[in-house]
C-alpha cells in the first residue's frame, strides 16, 4: 500500500510492505538513524518524531504515518551546521557507542520543543524512555541542559 | 619512561572523533551497510533445556521458495573449538561446535536458514521438523558435580587446549587453587575470624546494538564479515577455524559498534552468517532479537562466592580464604580465566600474608557465560568489600583506616600476582603507581563522610526512611601480560597529516581518539592531523582487540613507539633541510624546530621525502606486549536511603575516584567511569534473570529485565586521581573496568549502616531487603 508522508520537511511517497513496522519502513527507505534495538517499545533506539510528539517507530505500522509529518535526526542539521543539541552532544562528550544517540536527541528535541528551558527533572523525565547503556546518562542530561542555555533566545 | 614536564594533546578533553558524525545519525553500523537483495539469516532455538537430537529433517524448509540455505548438524563439519575471543591457544575448553546433535540450554542453536525476507526466513524456521529426546537438566551450580548428576558435556571430543584441569564427566568446565603461606595455621592464631557466603545473579551486558553480523561473499572467493565485534582478528581466526579455512580467506571489519562491555568478546554468529554466506552464494545479514540477546548470546557468571578472613585484635591482618563456585551456564567459555581474576583482581588489594584460593566453574543447562565488564572482579569484590566493611565494625575502626593501612602500595608486590595467570602461572610485578590513598581521601571529601559516618543525628529515621553510607576500594588490572598484544602503523602524508593503522578496537569507548592523541603528543602535531583507521583485517595490524582493559594502556604503547619510530625518520629528513643535527630537532605544532628556532613543517618534510630527495615514504610501526599488568585503584562511596516498610533502596549520591594514571582524555575517562558504575549500580539493584524450573528465562525483554534509565541516576560524582605508570603511554592505566566493580559491595555496606542488616544475595530487590529485615 502506498503511505504519504513528510519526512524532515519534504513530501514523499512510500510503497509499504502489509503488516510493516513504521521502523522497518523508515530504514528500507534509507532513514538509517532510526535504531532497532529491540522492536518492543522499551529501548527507545528507534524514536522519531511524528507530527512534533516523541513516539517510537517499531510500534507504528508504517499505515499510522498516513498524511503525517516525521522527523528524524537526518532531519535536524548537517554536518557543517549541526543542531545545538547535536552540537552540545558532541561536546559535552554524552556521545560513546553512539546507537542511542538519534533517539536521545529526538526525545530532547521534542522536550526542548515545547519547554525551552527545562530543568534537570524535566530532562530526566523526558528521555526515561530512552536506555543507554554506555554512558551512565549523565553527560547526556548535561547535554540536554547546554543545548537549552545555548539555544535561549 | 619518565614524565614529560607538561603535555600538549594527551590530557585534554578533545571531542571524540566519531561523534558529529554519530550524533547526525550517519549509516555507520552493521544493519545500516546491508545491500539490497541481501538474505535475511536466522537461527532455531532449542526449546528444551537438555536434549539429544534424535533426528532433524529440514527437507520442506529447504524446498521452500525464497530459502537459499539451511544448516544443522547434519550438514555442517563438526569442529570443536570455543566462542571465547581469546589469544591463541584459548584457555577455555574446546566443547562447542557450530551445530550439534545435542542441545545444551533453552535457545541452544538447533539450525540455521537464510531466506530473501525475514518472513520466509521464519516460515522456513517453523518447517525445521525436530524429534528431541529431552534428558534431564541440571538447574542448580551446587547440584552440578554430585554424583549422579547428568553429564553435559558427554561428547568424547570435548577438550581443554592448553594443561589445565578439565573434568566434563563431572560437569567441571575448570578449576583453579593456589595457596600462599599456612592459611590454616594463621585462621587458628587469628582473634577475629569472619566468614561470609556472597551470590551474584545471572546478568547481562544487553549492549542497545544486539550481535549482528553481514557476511558478504566476494568475487575473489573470500569471505567479508562486516561484524558487530570487540575481537576482529580473534574473529577471523576464530571463523576460519570453524569453516576450515585459511585466515587469507576472511575479511573481518569491524564498522561503529552499538556497545559491547565483553558480549562481543564472544564470536557468537559470526560463523553462522559465514556459512549461510557461503553456501548461498549471497550477502546474509544476521542479528539477533533482543529475546535471542537475552537468551543465546552471553551473561556475566552467576556465583556463590565464600570468603573467609582473620585478623588480630590489633588489626593486623591474618590470612584469607576465597572459594568460588562460578557457573558458566552450558559452556566453557571463559569459565577458567573469569575464575582466575576473581582472586587476581581482588587478592592482591590487601596486604594478606597467608592465602588460600580455589575457584571451580561448572557446566549447568542454563544461558552461557562469558566475558563481562570487570571479569570476575566484580563478583569477588562484592564479598571482599562487604567483610572488610563487618571487619572494621569489629574493630571498631573506620573503614578508610582499614583500607589505608591494609592496601597494597607503590614498590609492593603481592605473591598472586606470580601465582594466579590465566591459566599458568601469573607475572610477577611491583606496584608502580598507585593513588588509592588519594582516592579515599578525596572520595570521603565528596560524599561528606566525615559529617555522615556514625553521626547518629544524620542517620536519624525520618518515619520509614533510614539513611546510610558505605564505601569499598577496587584494584583492576591493565592488560593480560605476557599474553596481549597490539600493533600500530602511522605514515606522513603530503599536507602534513598522518594515517594512523591499529587493530585496536573502539567499540564505543573513544579508543580511536585516545590513540590519535598519544599519536599526535609525539608528532607535535593536533588530533585533526591523525586519521584513524582501526579494526580491519586487510588493512591494519593484528591486535587482540578490545578486552581485559588493555587498549589505552597496552596498543597505547604501540602508538606512542610507531609515532616515535616516525618521528625519528622525521627527524632525519629536517635535519638535512635544516642543517642542524637531528637529535636536536623538536616536534611541535605541526613542524620540525631546529634549536636557533628555524623551523620547516611536516609538510614540506613530507613533500621532500616523497618528492625530492632519497625518496621513501616516511612510516613508523611498532608492536607492543606489557610484561606487566598495572592496577588502576578506585574507592567508592554510597549514600543510600532504604524504605523499611517497602523494601525500596534509593541510591541518593555515589562518588567513585579513581586512579587510572594519565588519563589521556578525561572525558573519556569520566565517560567510562560513569557508564560502569551506573551499569554496576543498576546490577546490584534490580538486574537478575529469572528462570523457570525447566530452565528458561522468565523475563527476557526490557520491559521484565529491569536495567536504569534517566529517572534511576543518582547524584553521580567522578572524580579521577592522576597518577604516573611508568610503563603506560604517557602515564596512563586503564580505566573502562574497575568501576563497575564497586556499587554492590558499597550500596550493601551502606544499607547495612542505614538498617543493620547485611545484604550477601544480589540484586537487592526491596523483597530481598523486606526479608532480610524481617530476619532481622
Redesign the interface.
Known amino acids: 500500500m502506498q503511505i504519504h508522508v513528510e519526512v524532515n520537511g519534504r513530501t514523499q511517497t512510500f510503497e509499504a510492505m502489509p503488516g510493516e513496522s513504521l521502523l522497518s519502513l523508515l530504514?528500507r527507505e534509507g532513514y538509517?538513524?532510526?535504531?532497532?534495538?529491540?522492536?518492543?517499545g522499551?529501548?527507545g533506539?528507534c524514536t522519531i518524531l511524528l507530527d512534533g510528539r516523541s513516539v517510537r517507530a517499531c510500534l507504528l505500522l508504517a499505515a499510522q504515518a498516513e498524511g503525517r509529518r516525521i522527523t528524524?535526526?537526518?532531519g535536524?542539521?548537517?554536518?557543517e551546521r549541526?543542531h545545538p543539541l547535536?552540537?552540545a552532544?558532541?561536546?559535552a562528550?554524552a556521545?560513546?557507542?553512539?546507537?542511542?544517540?538519534?533517539g536521545m536527541?529526538l526525545s530532547a528535541k521534542a522536550l526542548l520543543d515545547e519547554t525551552p528551558r527545562p530543568d534537570e527533572g524535566q530532562?530526566?523525565?523526558a528521555?526515561?524512555?530512552?536506555?543507554?547503556?554506555?554512558?551512565?546518562?549523565?553527560?547526556?542530561?548535561e547535554a540536554v541542559l547546554l543545548a537549552a542555555q545555548r539555544m535561549k533566545p | 619512561m619518565t614524565k614529560p614536564k607538561s603535555f600538549r594533546v594527551v590530557g585534554k578533553p578533545v571531542a571524540k572523533k566519531d561523534a558529529p558524525a554519530l550524533a547526525l545519525g550517519a549509516p555507520l553500523f552493521c544493519a545500516d551497510r546491508v545491500p539490497p537483495r541481501c538474505l535475511v539469516g536466522r537461527i532455531l532455538g532449542s526449546p528444551h533445556a537438555h536434549a539429544r537430537i534424535r533426528a532433524i529433517d529440514i527437507s520442506a524448509a529447504e524446498k521452500l521458495p525464497g530459502v537459499h540455505a539451511v544448516l544443522c548438524h547434519t550438514n555442517v563439519p563438526r569442529v570443536m573449538r570455543t566462542t571465547a575471543g581469546q589469544g591463541a591457544p584459548e584457555p577455555s575448553p574446546y566443547d562447542f561446535t557450530t551445530f550439534d546433535a545435542k542441545v545444551r540450554f533453552v535457545g541452544d542453536r538447533v539450525a540455521a536458514v537464510a531466506a530473501e525476507t525475514a518472513a520466509i526466513a521464519e516460515e522456513a524456521l517453523r518447517a525445521i521438523r525436530v524429534e528431541y529426546e529431552v534428558l534431564e537438566p541440571v538447574l542448580d551450580p551446587r547440584q552440578a558435580m554430585k554424583s549422579g548428576a547428568p553429564v553435559i558435556h558427554d561428547e568424547p571430543d570435548a577438550h581443554a587446549v592448553i594443561p589445565v584441569p578439565y573434568e566434563p564427566q563431572r560437569n567441571l568446565a575448570s578449576h583453579v587453587d593456589t595457596m600462599v603461606g599456612e592459611p590454616d595455621r594463621a585462621f587458628r592464631e587469628a582473634d577475629i575470624v569472619l566468614e561470609g557466603e556472597f551470590v551474584t545473579p545471572y546478568a547481562q551486558h544487553t549492549p542497545i546494538e544486539t550481535h549482528c553480523c553481514l557476511a558478504e561473499p566476494l568475487l575473489d572467493g573470500r569471505l567479508r564479515l562486516t561484524t558487530s565485534t570487540q575481537v576482529p582478528f580473534h574473529a577471523r581466526r576464530i571463523v576460519a577455524q570453524a569453516l576450515e579455512l585459511p585466515v587469507s580467506r576472511i575479511h573481518v571489519v569491524k564498522p561503529r559498534i552499538g556497545g559491547g562491555f565483553g558480549a562481543k568478546q564472544e564470536v557468537l554468529i559470526e560463523d553462522v552468517a559465514a556459512l549461510l554466506a557461503q553456501r548461498s552464494g549471497r550477502p546474509v545479514y544476521l542479528e539477533l532479537s533482543r529475546r535471542e540477546e537475552f537468551v543465546s548470546s552471553r551473561t556475566r557468571h552467576s556465583m556463590v562466592v565464600g570468603l573467609k578472613i582473620g585478623a588480630q585484635k590489633n588489626g593486623e591482618l591474618a590470612a584469607v580464604d576465597l572459594r568460588v563456585l562460578s557457573n558458566t551456564g552450558a559452556y566453557g567459555s571463559h569459565a577458567l580465566t573469569v575464575s582466575c581474576n576473581c582472586g587476581s583482581k581482588v587478592l592482591p588489594l590487601y596486604r594478606w600474608p597467608h592465602i588460600r584460593f580455589t575457584a571451580d566453574a561448572v557446566y549447568t543447562n542454563l544461558p552461557v557465560a562469558g566475558a563481562y565488564r570487570g571479569y570476575g572482579a566484580t563478583q569477588a569484590a562484592f564479598a571482599m568489600e562487604s567483610l572488610m566493611d563487618e571487619l572494621a565494625r569489629r574493630l571498631g575502626c573506620d573503614p578508610i583506616e582499614l583500607r589505608l593501612r591494609h592496601a597494597i602500595r607503590k614498590g609492593e608486590t603481592s605473591p598472586i600476582f606470580r601465582a594466579l595467570g590465566e591459566g599458568s602461572e601469573g607475572v610477577e610485578q611491583s606496584i608502580g603507581s598507585t593513588g588509592l590513598e588519594r582516592c579515599l581521601k578525596l572520595g570521603a571529601r565528596a560524599i561528606g563522610w566525615k559529617k555522615k559516618w556514625g553521626n547518629a543525628r544524620w542517620h536519624a529515621p525520618q518515619g520509614a526512611l533510614r539513611r546510610g553510607i558505605g564505601m569499598c576500594a577496587l584494584m583492576q588490572g591493565s592488560s593480560i601480560p605476557q599474553v596481549d598484544m597490539g600493533g600500530a602503523f602511522l605514515k606522513l602524508n603530503e599536507d602534513g597529516s598522518f594515517n594512523l593503522l591499529v587493530g585496536a578496537t573502539d567499540l564505543g569507548t573513544g579508543s580511536d581518539t585516545v590513540l590519535a592523541q598519544v599519536a599526535a603528543e609525539v608528532l607535535g602535531v593536533n588530533v585533526e592531523q591523525i586519521v584513524v583507521t582501526s579494526s580491519d583485517t586487510d588493512l591494519t595490524p593484528f591486535d587482540v582487540g578490545a578486552y581485559a582493559s588493555s587498549t589505552t594502556y597496552l596498543s597505547g604503547m604501540a602508538v606512542r613507539k610507531a609515532a616515535e619510530n616516525a618521528a625519528a625518520q622525521i627527524r632525519k629528513v629536517a635535519a638535512r633541510l635544516l642543517s642542524a643535527k637531528a637529535s636536536e630537532i623538536r616536534l611541535e605544532n605541526g613542524s620540525a624546530v631546529a634549536p636557533g628556532g628555524k623551523s620547516v613543517t611536516l609538510a614540506r618534510v613530507a613533500c621532500h621525502s616523497l618528492y625530492e630527495h632519497d625518496q621513501h615514504q616516511i612510516a613508523g610501526f611498532a608492536s607492543h606486549i606489557s610484561e606487566k599488568s598495572p592496577p588502576p585503584f578506585s574507592a567508592h562511596f554510597a549514600e543510600v536511603v532504604v524504605d523499611t516498610e517497602t523494601g525500596l533502596v534509593k541510591v541518593e549520591k555515589y562518588v567513585a575516584a579513581v586512579d587510572c594514571g594519565t588519563a589521556i582524555n578525561p572525558q573519556l575517562a569520566e565517560g567510562q567511569t560513569e557508564g560502569a558504575v551506573l551499569n554496576g549500580i543498576s546490577y546490584a539493584l534490580c538486574e537478575e534473570y529469572l528462570f523457570t524450573e525447566q530452565g528458561r528465562m522468565r523475563n527476557d525483554s526490557f520491559r521484565e529485565y529491569k536495567i536504569f534509565c534517566t529517572r534511576d541516576v543518582p547524584q553521580l560524582t567522578t572524580i579521577l586521581v592522576p597518577t604516573y605508570e611508568p610503563t603506560g603511554p604517557f602515564g596512563a592505566k586503564s580505566v573502562s573496568e574497575i568501576g563497575i566493580n564497586g556499587p554492590m559491595p558499597a550500596i550493601s555496606n551502606a544499607i547495612f549502616d542505614a538498617v543493620g542488616v547485611r545484604l550477601r544475595q544480589a540484586p537487592f530487590t526491596p523483597e530481598r531487603v523486606l526479608e532480610a529485615l524481617r530476619r532481622g
Not at chain 1, 32 to 40: D, N
Not at chain 1, 95 to 102: A, D, E, R
Request: with cysteine; charged share 25%.
Open positions: 530504514r538509517l538513524s532510526v535504531k532497532r534495538g529491540c522492536e518492543e522499551d529501548c533506539a528524524t535526526v537526518e535536524l542539521g548537517s554536518i549541526p547535536q552540537q552532544f558532541v561536546d562528550g556521545v560513546q557507542c553512539g546507537f542511542c544517540t538519534p536527541i530532562v530526566r523525565e528521555l526515561d524512555g530512552n536506555l543507554c547503556r554506555c554512558t551512565g546518562y549523565k553527560k547526556i542530561i
